[in-house]
């Protein structure tokens, strides 16, 4: 992928909106920071998706956008929406889940903490909404709204009720002719670093 490619929703002076695609980094080396680098200058990285995860990011294009938008998202300003095709179907079709997770970075890979969670180092706590979309053939599409924002936080949230993504064998999910996970990053809302107005985007 070249910079060329790049899927820009927006951009002004002071950030970059885009549309990262599956199976290309957040950050580092032939990311999407360095290929928007390469296209825009200067590029700061406040938030990240997994390799896999597609969908909407900013990024800023100056050291203060960059401040501005990381208060935010300590503040619980910066707001995401995520679709994801998992298996099963929840018992509700709309409701939260909320559980003490640890990540462990030697397995990169999350778990719930059961029992004394608080008390652990690492453990934090993680919550969540969503809703169904769509059912069918034992699997479910749902748009989920993140209270928090923790490592592989809906991957582990589902797969530990039983729901794994359709595809994610790092969660226990059932082999799939899906040669990857469906997450999509498809709603963003924050404070613009300089205007403060609030603005949002979404795509499908």
């Known amino acids: 992928m070249n910079s060329d490619e ?7 002076g002071d950030i970059v909106v885009c549309d990262k695609p599956s199976g ?15 296209r825009f200058g200067q590029i700061f990285c406040v938030h990240r998706l997994d390799r896999e995860t597609s969908g909407l990011m900013v990024y800023a294009r ?33 409701g939260s889940f909320e559980d003490m997770l ?12 059961r029992s004394g969670g608080k008390a652990r180092k690492g453990v934090k706590h993680a919550l ?8 069918k053939d034992d699997r479910a599409l749902v748009r989920i709204k993140l209270h928090t924002g923790r490592t592989h936080q809906i991957r582990v949230q589902f797969a530990s009720r039983g729901m794994p993504l359709v595809a994610d064998r790092r ?14 990053s498809c709603s963003l809302s924050f404070y613009h670093p300089k205007t403060k107005e609030k603005i949002s985007f979404e795509i499908l």
């Open 102 to 113: 640890f990540y462990d970075r030697t397995k990169n890979k999350s778990f719930v903490v």
């Open 128 to 135: 969540l909404d969503y809703s169904v979309i769509e059912k």
């Open 6 to 12: 790049l899927k820009i929703i927006f951009e002004d």
């Open 24 to 38: 290309v980094l957040s950050e580092g080396e032939g990311s999407m920071t360095s290929l928007l680098a390469e």
């Open 62 to 94: 100056s050291s203060s956008a960059a401040a501005s938008l990381s208060a935010q998202i300590r503040e619980s300003l910066f707001e995401k929406e995520y679709l994801a095709l998992i298996e099963g179907v929840p018992s509700q079709d709309v």
């Open 171 to 184: 969660y226990g999910a059932k082999p799939s002719e899906q040669r990857t996970f469906f997450l999509r």
